[in-house]
């Protein structure tokens, strides 16, 4: 990979599974740094614009969407990227414009507005389409533990599914009134943290049963919630979010 050697306009940001790195999509690639120290760890100049990245932890293998003033891939495109032959290795094609993505050791999640695509990785072998109410802001988190679960939007408003696919569990519970904005895990996967469109309330659920553990008020104004982060203490679960 190469450095830096001149600054880009950013696109998008994630951080990997783990949270030691993040990604920054750019209108010609992406920029990878690690996070605590904070510094740039490498570069890669693709020539497109980048509007979803994620990384697999710290790996070479990556997932993106393109956008920006002049992609070389369209939005309703993933592409599979392995960086150290510095190439895609593999691409998925849709009818629509792509939400957002989401990586796991063995699987990756294409969300789109009412579907999202379950995919063995990096095979890339579809083995499950979830059916969803309208999800513009892409809303969706599985565990990065042994056992698989997925949250995702049930089919109504307001509304989310709980899957845990070792134990053939699903759940659906009604999380807000009003439209899921943000999902997020906690590392243990036991506990979903969940923030509405109003971004007003954070509400904790158990994946065991989907009953609600906690609920928490962020304030009493609206905001814009872009995500929400469920880290746990041993016993203590405290979520974070970040709003604008």
């Known amino acids: 990979m190469e450095k ?3 600054t880009k306009k950013i696109l998008t940001l994630s951080f990997n599974q783990t949270y030691d790195c993040f990604i920054c999509g750019t209108e010609k690639g992406f920029h990878i740094f690690t996070s605590f120290p904070f510094d740039q760890a490498f570069c890669r100049d693709i020539g497109t614009g980048i509007h979803i990245i994620e990384m697999l932890h710290s790996s070479n293998l990556l997932a993106f969407v393109g956008n920006g003033t002049h992609p070389r891939y369209p939005p309703t495109k ?3 990227w392995d960086d150290h032959i510095a190439k895609a290795i593999g691409e998925l094609d849709f009818k629509e414009h792509v939400k957002a993505l989401k990586l796991r050791q063995n699987t990756l999640a294409v969300i789109l507005e009412h579907k999202v695509y379950l995919y063995k990785f990096p095979e890339l072998k579809i083995f499950e389409v979830l059916e969803t109410a309208q999800n513009a802001a892409g809303a969706f988190a599985f565990s990065q533990t042994k056992e698989l679960i997925a949250v995702s939007l049930a089919g109504k408003k ?3 599914r709980i899957k845990s696919y070792d134990k053939e569990l699903c759940v659906e519970k009604q999380a807000h009134k009003s439209a899921v904005a943000c999902i997020a895990l906690s590392p243990n996967a036991q506990i979903c943290a969940t923030v509405s469109v109003k971004g007003t309330l954070i509400r904790l659920f158990s994946t065991r049963n989907g009953d609600q553990l906690k ?4 304030g009493i104004d609206n905001a814009q919630v872009h ?3 469920s880290v746990s203490y041993t016993h203590l679960t405290l979520p974070t979010i970040c709003s604008v």
């Open 78 to 80: 993933v592409i599979l």
């Open 4 to 6: 830096a050697q001149k």
């Open 158 to 160: 307001g509304e989310i």
């Open 215 to 218: 609920e928490l008020r962020r």
């Open 227 to 229: 995500s929400v982060c």
